[in-house]
């Protein structure tokens, strides 16, 4: 599991990103690059990290699912995961 300190601080930087999107569309748009640099580094969507909704891990995340390869693996094998079955031939 991540520390509560690093999932906090994305669900800030996600936050921050909703907050200014529109005001960095219109920049964008304008081609104002210098207003642009004035804005938060947190309101830049690159900054936020893509985590698994269950152990908090960004390493070998899966967007289809949302979660890492780890906790993928454990869900699939329980059944949790509809459509998904252990490959064998």
Not at 16 to 26: L, Q, S
Not at 33 to 39: D, F, P, R, T, V
Not at 64 to 80: H, Q, V, Y
């Amino acid at each position: 599991m991540a520390k509560q300190s690093w999932l906090e601080r994305n669900k800030k930087k996600r936050d921050t990103v909703k907050k200014y999107a529109a005001i960095r569309a219109e920049l964008k748009a304008k081609g104002d690059y210098a207003g642009l640099s004035n804005l938060p580094r947190n309101a830049s969507p690159v900054r936020v990290v893509n985590r698994c909704s269950m152990s908090g891990r960004r390493h070998a995340y899966m967007r289809k699912f949302a979660c890492s390869r780890l906790t993928f693996r454990e869900a699939a094998l329980n059944g949790l995961i509809p459509g998904i079955t252990k490959a064998s031939w």
